[in-house]
């Protein structure tokens, strides 16, 4: 059986597991059809898509993917951050349930051009980490995005996934790519952020990966597939 064959039969036995509420059904019929596109269309067919928004060839573009391997923080200040924030214990206080401030736990990056990390940045957490005062773990990575106003910082952003890219962007502000995984659909989906002035905006779903490696969803179909997936992801708080 070739890869398409294995992607359209492991794709019907999803759809036989599925509460097929609205949402989930039209969601499933756009993905069958980029799936069948795929499938009937030869790989540069499959790979059209606008110029802007491939990767690795936008102006700015930079690696995000968090390294939680390190030992050492890139900024002394990125503790002081933590602290502020009291979400993890000092790295000198004895912990067996909350998570201390390490860069084994958190990675911190600016993301505002001219702009103090201590007065806008971006919080990684990884998965599984017991935030201080909380009861249950971290089950997925969150992403937060932090800014200072009237002297106090304010969360104006959260996402549940990973942050695997910045790029390009507005006014010295990036934008983000931000990787969100559905259990439903056993997908992943790229997904672009852009900053609006105060905060960041779902724009669109820039590729999909069925365990096969990201696959750029055509320019025709980006519009339909974005709409329903931030449905999807909204009404699972991956965006809070």
Do not use: H
């Not at 990767?55 to 502020?84: C, H, M, Q, R, W």
């Not at 990973?162 to 934008?175: E, P, Q, S």
């Not at 055509?218 to 699972?236: A, F, G, P, R, V």
């Amino acid at each position: 059986m070739n890869q398409c064959n294995m992607r359209y039969q492991s794709f019907r036995n999803y759809c036989k597991k599925l509460n097929y509420t609205n949402m989930k059904y039209f969601l499933s019929i756009i993905l069958l059809v980029f799936i069948l596109t795929s499938c009937d269309s030869d790989s540069s067919d499959l790979l059209e898509v606008n110029a802007d928004i491939e990767d690795t060839n936008v102006e700015g573009f930079e690696d995000a993917t968090a390294d939680f391997s390190t030992t050492k923080f890139d900024d002394p200040e990125y503790i002081e951050i933590l602290g502020e924030l009291d979400v993890c214990l000092m790295i000198d206080q004895d912990s067996t349930v909350f998570a201390t401030c390490s860069p084994k736990n958190f990675r911190i990056l600016p993301f505002k051009e001219g702009v103090s990390v201590k007065n806008a940045f971006i919080l990684q957490m990884k998965a599984g980490i017991v935030l201080k005062g909380q009861a249950a773990p971290l089950p997925e990575r969150n992403i937060l995005i932090f800014e200072r106003d009237a002297g106090q910082l304010v969360k104006v952003n959260g996402f549940r996934g990973d942050l695997t890219a910045t790029r390009g962007g507005t006014n010295g502000v990036k934008d983000l790519v931000i990787t969100f995984y559905s259990k439903k659909e056993e997908t992943f989906f790229d997904c672009i952020f852009q900053w609006n002035g105060t905060r960041y905006d779902f724009k669109f779903v820039e590729g999909v990966n069925w365990g096969e490696g990201f696959k750029p969803i055509k320019e025709s179909m980006i519009d339909s597939i974005s709409k329903e997936i931030y449905t999807d992801l909204m009404q699972n708080a991956k965006i809070f």
